[in-house]
């Protein structure tokens, strides 16, 4: 988008504004923290800048006023980010920062449209490839302007219906590209809903035909082997609702991932015994073996069953794998200390590894705000400085990232408790800082409790 130019009152003041335009464009389009609205309420002149500023905000007047003074505006495309106006009303997040704008953005998508802006277009350049509908789908989800672009002629492409699942809005936006798709037989849509555990979008993706077989790429992006729906659902441990609605529309029961273990390995080794049971219900082959079977039993806290396997193979805790002794982690994230005790007493290793990011056990009990688990662990010698594999962040990093977070893999999650024994424990604290502009932020309650620790001042 073309600047206009400006006509300050002061030009020190308007140079100091402009200054910060293009953060704030950036923010209002890809922020989810507030950035935008706190930037806006410290700086009111950012609202009548100029004609972008205009077009994210919402401000059909304005934006109309400009049109008529010069109508390429509604096409042409700005110099940093190659996108048109289209594109960036499509991708403001104010509808959701102030949704008293909501319709004043929809009004200015439509001024646009009327003036010649491109339902269709790409852009080029560093952000090349987004559509006005994948921007209106991606972060922002906003269906009413969605629904415009696909009354202009826009055609959802299996990558718009992948982020309309991420919307967090009910799956408005995902009935609405359903509603005008062509057809999604070969869509990997599937992996968004299962990533979430979010039965209804499945299904809704289920009854359009997706295809509850066609191989999904891996989750990591590591560009490794494509997985299995079901295989998806059953590693990332989402519900038996969801799990029966791939088996009810013909997923393959013993599809195993990259790892080739089946469905029914993982739900065995994760302790799912409804999982299990479905599977066997559709016909999967029990194929767990021994040491798998351990690993449920531990997590079940089984002492019955665990007796009486290694009463009957003595040597079995020593030929665990790595994954299998990985299972402590599963544990521990799930707060369940009392499977994290008995695996420890059994020789599980305090430090294995586990879950996608290559963290510890207290690495997850941290993260899930399990309490008991991270002071047993303590108490088992695990590393309180130890680092993940992918963002090489201590268990304290974890704690305080799953505060704002708040996974609900826990039963009794508690983070204030959690930090205050990492920390009396002796937990660095040399790295953590705390910013309003952080993208991972903690908690006001965890927050709070590292400002009286005098951690985190920037």
């Known amino acids: 988008m073309t600047d206009l130019p400006s006509r300050p009152d002061d030009a020190s003041r308007t140079g100091s504004v402009a200054d910060q335009v293009d953060e704030f464009l950036e923010a209002s389009i890809r922020d989810w923290t507030g950035k935008a609205a706190r930037m806006l309420a410290a700086t009111p002149e950012l609202a009548g800048y100029d004609f972008r500023t205009a077009v994210v905000l919402g401000e059909a007047d304005r934006v109309r006023g400009m049109l008529e003074e010069d109508p390429g505006l509604a096409t042409r495309a700005d110099d940093r980010w190659h996108w048109t106006a289209l594109h960036a009303v499509c991708g403001s997040n104010w509808h959701r920062l102030d949704p008293a704008r909501a319709p004043g953005l929809a009004a200015v998508a439509r001024l646009l449209l009327d003036a010649g802006a491109d339902p269709v277009g790409t852009t080029d350049g560093p952000r090349a490839g987004w559509t006005p509908l994948r921007c209106a789908i991606a972060g922002s989800a906003n269906p009413a302007i969605a629904g415009m672009l696909l009354e202009r002629g826009a055609v959802p492409e299996d990558g718009d219906l992948y982020l309309a699942c991420f919307g967090g809005d009910d799956n408005q936006s995902l009935r609405l590209l359903l509603e005008r798709a062509p057809q999604i037989p070969q869509t990997t849509a599937l992996s968004a809903p299962i990533s979430t555990d979010d039965a209804e979008g499945v299904r809704l993706l289920l009854d359009a ?18 997985w299995p729906p079901l295989y998806f659902a059953v590693r990332s441990g989402c519900s038996a609702e969801l799990v029966e609605l791939l088996l ?17 390995r993982l739900a065995m080794s994760q302790a799912r015994d409804d999982l299990t049971a ?75 590894r586990g879950g996608d990011h290559g963290g510890t056990a207290l690495h997850a009990a941290a993260y899930s705000g399990s309490a008991a688990a991270v002071r047993l662990l303590l108490d088992g010698g695990a590393d309180i400085e130890a680092r993940d594999a992918t963002w090489n962040s201590t268990p304290l990093d974890w704690a305080i990232v799953g505060s704002g977070y708040r996974p609900s893999t826990s039963p009794d999650p508690d983070w204030i408790a959690t930090i205050r024994t990492l920390i009396e424990a002796g937990a660095s604290t040399e790295e953590v800082t705390l910013s309003s502009d952080d993208l991972k932020p903690p908690s006001d309650a965890v927050a709070e409790l590292l ?8």
């Open 248 to 264: 009810g529309h013909g997923a393959d029961p013993d599809a195993a991932g990259p790892d080739g273990h089946s469905p029914y």
């Open 209 to 226: 035909g997706a295809d509850p077989n066609r191989p999904l790429p891996p989750e990591d992006d590591s560009g490794g082997p494509p």
């Open 451 to 458: 400002r009286e620790h005098g951690i985190g001042h920037t």
């Open 278 to 352: 479905l599977l066997l219900r559709y016909q999967a082959r029990s194929d767990a073996t021994e040491a798998e079977r351990l690993v449920s039993a531990c997590l079940r806290v089984d002492h019955d069953s665990v007796r009486r396997q290694l009463t009957s193979d003595p040597g079995l805790v020593g030929r665990l794998t790595d994954a299998d002794c990985g299972a402590i982690v599963h544990a521990a994230d799930t707060g369940n200390t009392a499977a994290v005790a008995l695996m420890l007493d059994l020789g599980f290793p305090v430090g294995a």
